[in-house]
């Protein structure tokens, strides 16, 4: 949200605080002249083996118009990749239904695994989601 604060004509909102546990984005970007955008935040902590983000399930339903990537797998400052939503979306049901595939499972079902893109998948297409 600081990030978007500093830039002109721009201000942020936690979506949280103004709805508890908001479904499909976090934060409510305003222009001055009348525009919002959805930002869904999401991060990658140390924890686990991959670097991937994961997009959620709620997608189709509380769409968001942005994804910001949060690598905070380094030190401060933290790097942020930004996407657009239809992009970031197809190319992560992609990479799912690829995987799926691969696995004998339903390519078109979502399961207990939400889709998600890495800067380290083997998928060409999530790679340059995250590469931006």
């Not at 790097?79 to 690829?98: C, D, P």
């Not at 079902?109 to 998948?121: A, H, I, Q, V």
Request: aromatic share 8%; glycine share 10%.
């Amino acid at each position: 949200m600081e990030r978007i604060d500093v830039l002109p004509g721009w201000s942020a909102v936690d979506a949280n605080a103004a709805r508890l546990n908001q479904p499909g984005f976090d934060v409510i970007a305003r222009h001055d002249g009348g525009r919002d955008i959805h930002v869904s935040v999401k991060s990658k902590t140390t924890g686990g083996g991959r670097l991937s983000f994961e997009i959620g399930r709620s997608f189709r339903r509380h769409p968001a118009d942005v994804y910001a990537f949060v690598d905070t797998t380094q030190a401060e400052p933290w790097l942020v990749y930004l996407a657009g939503a239809r992009t970031v979306e197809r190319l992560a049901l992609e990479r799912h239904s690829k995987y799926q595939s691969d696995r004998g499972g339903n390519p078109d079902g979502l399961n207990s695994w939400s889709p998600c893109c890495s800067p380290r998948s083997s998928c060409p297409a999530s790679r340059t989601v995250c590469a931006l």
